[in-house]
């Protein structure tokens, strides 16, 4: 008897063992810096002030979240074809980064309820938009019909879209070189979201944009597979931004203007990239 006493005793402390243990580590993880993993080239979601710090919607968001969850948070800049392996290497616990939902991306990483959404947009040579008349009445079956030069950024529908109608893309790792060559014509078309109204604005006299393309994206957070934990807490925080008093009514009267001078079209506002498209 006092044998079986002495073996259940045994079993229970190490029981309490494991137990303390696994709350210990949850504690401490959740009193860790919440490491958030963004490209700070698009303004004016990510992007950074004269003085270098970051600052942005997507930045606000991911600081109103690190509120929220009770955690100081670490801005990770990180070009966005690396956003991917930083977060499955455990460099970062998330991505907040104008990152689209793509079943190839599901694969990868666990994604949030979206907090944005994307229209789907061409930028397109100037010269080479003359010479084959595009306009925004083509259909999107002309335009991909046409035999043009593709450029995009690796892991993004700038890829992705004109393969879909069977063309080769240039891949490249940053959008500013896509940029370049599409302003000094040595390509023809750059396929993104709404981050091309921005390029444009770079290069206005030697590009024009086609909205023709009838697609839009979800853009969610991401964490790393398996991490529920992370994911429930962060589809909490993005059921409370839409709320009244949310974030999203106070970042309204901050980046307003901005997005609508990032459209090119004053009368849009926030509430063009938060609403799904109908």
Request: hydrophobic fraction near 40%.
């Amino acid at each position: 008897m006092k044998n079986i006493i002495a073996v259940l005793l045994t079993v229970i402390m190490a029981t309490l063992l494991v137990t303390g243990c696994s709350s210990s580590d949850k504690t401490v993880a959740a009193t860790q810096p919440l490491k958030v993993a963004m490209d700070l080239k698009y303004p004016p979601f990510t992007g950074t002030d004269e003085k270098g710090n970051p600052e942005g919607l997507e930045v606000d968001m991911a600081y109103a979240l690190g509120e929220y969850l009770g955690r100081d948070v670490e801005i990770v800049n990180t070009d966005f074809p690396m956003l991917i392996t930083a977060l499955d290497t455990g460099a970062v616990d998330i991505v907040i980064s104008e990152m689209s939902v793509k079943e190839e991306r599901k694969e990868k990483v666990d994604f949030s309820k979206p907090y944005m959404y994307d229209r789907t947009l061409a930028l397109v040579n100037k010269s080479f938009a003359e010479k084959n008349k595009i306009t925004d009445s083509m259909s999107e079956k002309d335009f991909f019909a046409l035999d043009a030069k593709y450029i995009g950024l690796t892991g993004t529908i700038s890829v992705t879209v004109p393969q879909s109608y069977g063309h080769q893309v240039e891949e490249i790792t940053e959008i500013a070189s896509g940029l370049m060559e599409i302003n000094n014509g040595t390509a023809d078309v750059l396929v993104g979201a709404n981050s091309i109204i921005g390029l444009h604005a770079t290069y206005p006299e030697s590009t024009v944009i086609y909205v023709g393309i009838n697609n839009s994206s979800e853009t969610a957070m991401a964490v790393k597979k398996g991490n529920t934990d992370l994911l429930e807490q962060v589809n909490a925080f993005i059921n409370t931004i839409y709320a009244d008093g949310g974030f999203y009514q106070t970042a309204g009267s901050k980046y307003d203007q901005a997005i609508g001078e990032y459209l090119k079209d004053p009368s849009l506002g926030l509430n063009y990239i938060i609403d799904p498209p109908q």
